[in-house]
C-alpha cells in the first residue's frame, strides 16, 4: 500500500497570507493520478487539483499544485476566508487509493 | 446538476449488515467510475471501494475485503455498498463519490453529502 504523508499537520496562517502544503508519497507516482481535495468543516471534500498540477473546474487560480515522483506541493496565494479548511492528497493510480492524513489550514 | 444522494446509513450492532445507496442524477452514469470513501468521526479519509463504470471491475480496501461488496444499478443510476460482519471501526460517515471517467483510475471530481453508519452494542 502506498503510504502519503502530509506536512505540516496543521498551518496557522492569516487571511492573504500563502500557504505551501506537501505531501509525500512512500513510493514513486504516476503524476498523472494523483489529486488534492479540500473539506470545510461540515462539508463534504471538494476536489482542486488533479493530474498534480490542474485545476479543477470553478477553483480560483490562487490553488495551484506542483511536483512529481514522490513529492508534491499545493500552493495557496493570498489566503481568502473559505480557504481555511483541511486539505488531502490522494494517489488514485494504484489500488488501495491511498488518502493522506490532511494539512489543517486554521486561523492563526 | 449533478447530484449524489447516500443513505441508507444507521445505528447497527456488530457482527450486523447495511446497506447503503446512493441515487444519482444528472449525469451519464455508466460514463462513471464510483466509489464509496469513509471519514470516522474527527479522522481523515479512507478510500473504501471503486467500481467501474460498466460495473466489471472492483477494487477494495484489504480491511474491508470479503466482508463488503460495492454495486451498481446502471438501469436506475444507483450505487450500492453491501457491509456484512461489521466493526465498531467501520463507524464513519461514507460519502459515495463520482469520477470523472469510467475508469478506476480516472479522479474523483464529486462527492455526495455522506450517510453516517455507528455500529455499536
Known amino acids: 500500500e502506498i503510504v502519503l504523508t502530509q506536512t505540516p499537520g496543521t498551518l496557522s496562517l492569516s487571511p492573504g497570507e500563502g500557504a505551501t502544503l506537501s505531501c509525500r508519497a512512500s513510493?514513486?507516482?504516476?503524476?498523472?493520478?494523483f489529486a488534492w481535495f479540500q473539506q470545510r468543516p461540515g462539508q463534504a471534500p471538494r476536489l482542486l487539483i488533479y493530474?498534480?498540477?490542474t485545476r479543477a473546474t470553478g477553483i480560483p487560480d490562487r490553488f495551484s499544485g506542483s511536483g512529481s515522483g514522490a513529492d508534491f506541493i499545493l500552493t495557496i496565494t493570498r489566503l481568502e476566508p473559505e480557504d481555511f479548511a483541511v486539505y488531502y492528497c490522494?494517489?488514485?493510480?494504484?489500488?488501495?487509493?491511498?488518502f493522506g492524513p490532511g494539512t489543517k489550514v486554521e486561523f492563526k | 446538476d449533478v447530484q449524489l444522494l447516500a443513505s441508507g446509513g444507521g445505528l447497527v450492532q456488530p457482527g450486523g449488515s447495511l446497506r447503503l445507496s446512493c441515487a444519482t442524477s444528472?449525469?451519464?452514469?455508466?460514463?462513471?467510475?464510483m466509489s464509496w470513501v469513509r471519514q470516522a468521526p474527527g479522522k481523515g479519509l479512507e478510500w473504501v471501494s471503486t467500481?467501474?463504470?460498466?460495473?466489471?471491475?472492483?477494487y477494495y480496501r484489504g480491511s474491508v475485503k470479503g466482508r463488503f461488496t460495492i454495486s451498481r444499478d446502471n438501469s436506475n443510476n444507483t450505487l450500492f455498498l453491501q457491509m456484512n460482519s461489521l466493526r465498531p471501526e467501520d463507524t464513519a460517515v461514507y460519502y459515495c463519490?463520482?469520477?470523472?471517467?469510467?475508469?478506476?483510475?480516472?479522479?474523483?471530481?464529486?462527492w455526495g453529502q455522506g450517510t453516517m453508519v455507528a455500529v455499536s452494542s
Open positions: 513510493q514513486t507516482l504516476d503524476s498523472r493520478y
Open positions: 467500481i467501474r463504470g460498466r460495473g466489471d471491475s472492483r
Open positions: 493530474g498534480a498540477a
Open positions: 463519490a463520482k469520477h470523472g471517467g469510467g475508469w478506476g483510475t480516472d479522479v474523483i471530481d464529486l
Open positions: 444528472g449525469f451519464t452514469f455508466t460514463s462513471s467510475a
Open positions: 490522494q494517489q488514485y493510480g494504484i489500488s488501495p487509493f491511498t
